[in-house]
C-alpha cells in the first residue's frame, strides 16, 4: 500500500490511500481512455529508481520495466526523461520505451539514436573539466561523467556543498558551460538551449493527454511545458513523487503527489 495525495483548489491536499483505486487517479482517466492519443512520461533517479550514494548503481524498482513495456504497447508515447546518459538507461529499460538522455540531448526511439548536433564540440571540453576536477576536487566529492555534462556529487559529504559549488563555478567561468544545481550534487552542460521541457514538448507534440512523474528541480521544466500543452487543449497531469530531498516547488507545482518510487510504479500500474 502506498500514499496518494490530490491538490484541489486551496493548494491543499487529501490523503488517499491505495487500497482499491484510489479517487485521486480520476485525473489520469482521459489517458486511460484514449491511449493511442495518449503519453506517459516520466523522470528516472528519483522516481522509477530509488536514490543511492553511487549513482552507477541507480536500478528501478522491480516491476518498473514490465509495467513500462505494457504501457508501450498501448500508449502512443512512453518516455523516460533524464539526465543521465541514453547508453545508462537502455541497460535497464525496454526497447519500446523513448529514452531522452542529459536533458534531451541524446534521444532513443525505435532503436534509433539521435544526438543533438550541437553537443558534439563539447565533448572535449568535458573531457578537460573532468581532469581538472579530479586533480583538484575534495576527497568525498564523486565525479560522475556523461560524456556531454557532468555531476559533481557531495551525497554523503553535505558540508563539501560550499566548495563543490566554487569548484563548478570557477569551471563555469574557464570553460564556458553552465552550471545547474540539482539533488546534493552541482552538474555542468553545455549552453544549449536544452531541458526536460523542451524533450517533453519534441516527445508529447501532438498528443491529447499526457502525464509527467518527477521529483527534483530539473523536473519543473517538465511540468512547465505540461502547462503549455494544456493551453494547447490537451489534457496534462502533474505527478510530483515526494521524498525528504523533494523541492517544495515542485510538490506545489504537481497535480498528484504520490510517496516514492514505490508510488510512482503504482501510478504505472493504474494505467
Known amino acids: 500500500m502506498c500514499a496518494l495525495h490530490r491538490c484541489d483548489g486551496t493548494g491543499d491536499r487529501r490523503y488517499v490511500s491505495f487500497v482499491a483505486r484510489p479517487p485521486a487517479l480520476d485525473a489520469l482517466d482521459p489517458l486511460r481512455a484514449q491511449p493511442s492519443r495518449a503519453g506517459v512520461l516520466t523522470d528516472f533517479d528519483g522516481t522509477l529508481a530509488s536514490i543511492v550514494d553511487d549513482p552507477a548503481t541507480a536500478r528501478p524498482l522491480d516491476g518498473v520495466r514490465e509495467e513500462l513495456a505494457r504501457l508501450a504497447d498501448r500508449f502512443a508515447v512512453v518516455a523516460v526523461l533524464s539526465g543521465?546518459?541514453?547508453?545508462?538507461?537502455?541497460?535497464?529499460?525496454?526497447?519500446?520505451?523513448?529514452?531522452?538522455?542529459?536533458?534531451?540531448?541524446?534521444?532513443?526511439?525505435?532503436?534509433?539514436?539521435?544526438?543533438?548536433?550541437?553537443?558534439?564540440?563539447?565533448?572535449?571540453?568535458?573531457?578537460?573539466?573532468?581532469?581538472?576536477?579530479?586533480?583538484?576536487?575534495?576527497?568525498?566529492?564523486?565525479?560522475?561523467?556523461?560524456?556531454?555534462?557532468?555531476?559533481?556529487?557531495?551525497?554523503?559529504?553535505?558540508?563539501?556543498?560550499?566548495?563543490v559549488l566554487a569548484i563548478a563555478e570557477q569551471q563555469a567561468v574557464r570553460s564556458g558551460l553552465e552550471v545547474r544545481a540539482a539533488r546534493m550534487s552541482v552538474e555542468l552542460h553545455p549552453p544549449i538551449e536544452v531541458d526536460k521541457g523542451t524533450a517533453l514538448r519534441d516527445l508529447a507534440a501532438g498528443l491529447e493527454a499526457a502525464c509527467f512523474m518527477g521529483d527534483d528541480l530539473g523536473d519543473l521544466a517538465a511540468f512547465r511545458a505540461l502547462d503549455g500543452l494544456a493551453r494547447e487543449g490537451a489534457h496534462v497531469v502533474r505527478i510530483a513523487v515526494r521524498s525528504e530531498e523533494t523541492p517544495p516547488a515542485l510538490l506545489e507545482a504537481a497535480d498528484l503527489v504520490v510517496d516514492g518510487p514505490e508510488g510512482a510504479r503504482d501510478v504505472l500500474a493504474q494505467l
Open 84 to 163: 543521465r546518459p541514453v547508453s545508462f538507461l537502455q541497460q535497464f529499460l525496454p526497447p519500446t520505451v523513448v529514452l531522452s538522455g542529459l536533458y534531451g540531448l541524446e534521444v532513443v526511439r525505435d532503436g534509433v539514436r539521435a544526438d543533438n548536433p550541437l553537443g558534439r564540440p563539447w565533448r572535449g571540453v568535458i573531457e578537460d573539466v573532468v581532469d581538472a576536477v579530479r586533480a583538484d576536487g575534495p576527497d568525498g566529492m564523486r565525479i560522475e561523467s556523461k560524456g556531454l555534462s557532468l555531476t559533481l556529487h557531495y551525497r554523503g559529504e553535505p558540508d563539501l556543498a560550499p566548495r
